[in-house]
């Protein structure tokens, strides 16, 4: 099979740096991994609304007198020079000022927490290849949502690995001990 003109060949393309991650467009959803840009999977309207009602219950439970910021889909994270993820939604809290001067992606520090929206193409990259990133970048939270199975899993990391904290699934509703008053009503997410 030949090279394609105008597109980088296998040996070209594994020399991505961040830079030229955090150089593409905004609607480019490629993320580097290992100094390639690979292609994500493009969001779904079921994802996106996942998406939309994890920030709304995040974002009422700062403005409830909690403090933090709340980025959603598109927000670049520095795994390491030839890494770079864009998290669905990734979470600051209160005097966590990572990312403050740091418009096109987060070089330095890293989220409170992470939530990524599982999908059947998704899921081994999601629960293999990020969880082992955020876990070395030091992220507190890794919450895993899967609307395929109605899942809702909260992972705490603790001594750099991560452990399943709280899961919830289907009807029920998601209360962490970590987000003191924070409920989300998993059928929310669902429909």
């Given at each position: 099979m030949g090279h394609t003109p105008g597109m980088p060949s296998a040996a070209e393309s594994a020399h991505f740096t961040w830079d030229d991650f955090v150089a593409l467009e905004d609607d480019d959803l490629r993320e580097l991994i290992?100094?390639?840009l690979v292609e994500v999977e493009?969001?779904?309207?079921?994802?996106?609304?996942?998406?939309?009602?994890?920030?709304?219950?995040?974002?009422?439970?700062?403005?409830?007198?909690?403090?933090?910021?709340v980025?959603?889909?598109?927000?670049k994270v520095r795994i390491s020079e030839r890494r770079g993820v864009m998290p669905d939604v990734q979470f600051?809290?209160?005097?966590?000022?990572?990312?403050?001067?740091?418009?096109?992606?987060?070089?330095?520090g890293h989220p409170d927490l992470v939530i990524e929206i599982v999908s059947p193409s998704s899921e081994r990259y999601d629960r293999v290849t990020k969880l082992r990133w955020y876990?070395?970048?030091?992220v507190p939270e890794y919450w895993?949502?899967?609307?395929?199975?109605?899942t809702f899993e909260r992972l705490v990391l603790r001594d750099g690995v991560y452990a399943i904290a709280t899961s919830a699934?289907?009807?029920?509703?998601?209360?962490?001990?970590?987000?003191?008053?924070?409920?989300?009503?998993?059928?929310?997410?669902?429909?």
């Open positions: 290992d100094g390639e493009v969001p779904t309207a079921d994802h996106e609304e996942i998406v939309g009602w994890l920030c709304f219950y995040l974002r009422s439970w700062t403005e409830a007198g909690h403090g933090g910021r980025r959603a889909s598109g927000y600051y809290r209160l005097g966590n000022d990572a990312g403050a001067g740091q418009p096109q992606g987060l070089v330095q876990a070395q970048l030091g895993l949502v899967n609307p395929q199975a109605r699934s289907c009807e029920e509703t998601f209360r962490p001990d970590s987000f003191d008053g924070l409920a989300i009503p998993l059928a929310k997410l669902w429909t």
